[in-house]
């Protein structure tokens, strides 16, 4: 543990064995663990809030949990669980909150296959989440002959309908938010970044990055009240992008509505045992050696499996051609990390359709974590009582021996081990 948030902190530094004020280390790794989940929950709900919604029972639960973690109000270890579980039914509401936001104001997603690559013209490249800053600048900068290009968790912007329609959202440059260093240096653009996963940027293109919101960065220019102005005369000044060659393409955008409509074809395959399980393998993905495991494992599902993603843990295989099961996809990306709400609704809308509860459906989910918005949708996992999930590229630090133990032994969460082993062993 360490905590220096009191005067009473030992040695004037911070308490590391356990609390002066008598904390145990698993209270406070769980009261760390309880804000992580809030900081996750508030990233949605700050999104949810800027589209003009609220909710009492979130803005409740965001106060009464900070309240707790405040020195001398909780030393529960039991409560402090309910509170993570509770957290987890939270972030579902803010989720779906903020999935029926997306869908009022941009349309529910399709399926779109997205460019990779640059087109000829000036250019602004957009990082982040925040689909209506998106909207904005798509408004703004409609007939300036600028291309809008999407980076990481923007991609799955493509397959929204009122943000699709704007023909100058030509594609995509990159993949995941740590290879921003590189593709924002190769690619002459102006850049906006939205939300989180923004490095601090390299000398060589700080003049040419602005951000939005709450994302804020030493040196780089604040985009005031939506107004792009200052990003689109940097786009101009920059001049053009040259054609790329040869620009492969992925494809996003799988809605629930879609991915329903195949429904009874799904069980027609699913009775005939043509296909065998549903992977969902999705979360952050992270620059460590570790994280290849998850291309690894997709990889080597066998042919008679589904694999659906979502976040930016997509990019270690969107890339792969994993063919389809009679018109069937089976790579099936439902979007971004909030979108894990479509994910579990599409969980639900299988277990009415095989008349079978969530942890009997034949259903694997292989999480990858990286920060706390994934934190929260583990305890979402978790509120829904889903069993045996795999968990990496690392064992979260916050979970102690104690906590750890409670996780295998109530859930079986599993870390990540070989990814042929693991299939087999899931497989048999
Ligand atoms: Fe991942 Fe982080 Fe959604 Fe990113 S959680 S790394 S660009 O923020 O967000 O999936
Ligand atoms: Fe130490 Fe408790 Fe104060 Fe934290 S709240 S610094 S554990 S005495």
């Known amino acids: 543990m360490f905590c220096y948030q009191c005067s009473q902190t030992a040695f004037g530094n911070g308490c590391t064995i356990q609390g002066t004020c008598g904390k145990k280390p698993t209270v406070a790794k769980l009261q760390d663990n309880l804000i992580f989940a809030i900081k996750g929950i508030s990233a949605y709900n700050n999104l949810v809030n800027k589209m003009g919604h609220e909710d009492k029972e979130i803005n409740n639960f965001l106060t009464n949990g900070l309240y707790t973690t405040l020195t001398n109000v909780n030393f529960d270890v039991e409560n402090l669980i309910s509170l993570a579980i509770e957290a987890g039914k939270i972030n579902l509401k803010v989720m779906d909150l903020l999935k029926k936001a997306n869908i009022e104001n941009f349309g529910e997603p399709t399926p779109s296959e997205v460019e990779v690559g640059a087109k000829k013209g000036p250019g602004i490249l957009v990082t982040g989440h925040d689909l209506q800053a998106l909207e904005e600048l798509l408004k703004q900068t409609e007939d300036k002959g600028i291309n809008i290009y999407t980076h990481s968790e923007m991609l799955p912007a493509h397959g929204y309908p009122e943000l699709r329609k704007y023909k100058h959202l030509v594609g995509q440059l990159g993949g995941p938010w740590f290879d921003q260093k590189k593709i924002f240096s190769n690619y002459n653009v102006a850049i906006l970044g939205t939300t989180n996963c923004v490095l601090l940027p390299k000398d060589s293109y700080k003049n040419r990055m602005f951000t939005s919101g709450v994302t804020k960065l030493p040196d780089v220019q604040q985009i005031e009240n939506f107004d792009f102005t200052p990003i689109i005369n940097k786009a101009l000044e920059l001049g053009d992008l040259e054609e790329e060659k040869d620009k492969k393409t992925i494809t996003t955008g799988f809605g629930l509505s879609t991915i329903l409509s195949l429904a009874d ?55 792969l051609d994993l063919g389809d099961i009679e018109g069937i996809p089976r790579l099936i990306d439902i979007g971004q990390c909030n979108d894990s709400i479509v994910a579990i609704e599409l969980a639900t809308a299988l277990c009415d359709l095989f008349e079978m509860e969530l942890n009997d459906l034949p259903l694997t989910i292989v999480l990858s974590w990286m920060e706390q918005k994934a934190a929260a949708i583990l305890w979402s996992l978790l509120y829904l009582d889903k069993k045996d999930m795999l968990i990496g590229p690392i064992l979260p630090a916050w979970a102690n021996e104690d906590i750890t133990k409670y996780l295998v032994d109530t859930f079986n969460l599993t870390p990540i081990g070989d990814p042929k082993e693991d299939i087999k062993r899931i497989l048999s």
């Open 265 to 319: 074809k799904i069980k027609e395959l699913v009775e005939a045992g043509k296909i065998k399980r549903f992977f969902l393998v999705g979360g952050c993905d992270s620059p460590i050696p570790q994280a290849s495991y998850y291309r690894e494992f997709v990889k080597n599902l066998p042919s008679d499996t589904i694999v659906l993603t979502l976040a930016c843990g997509k990019y270690r295989f969107n890339d």
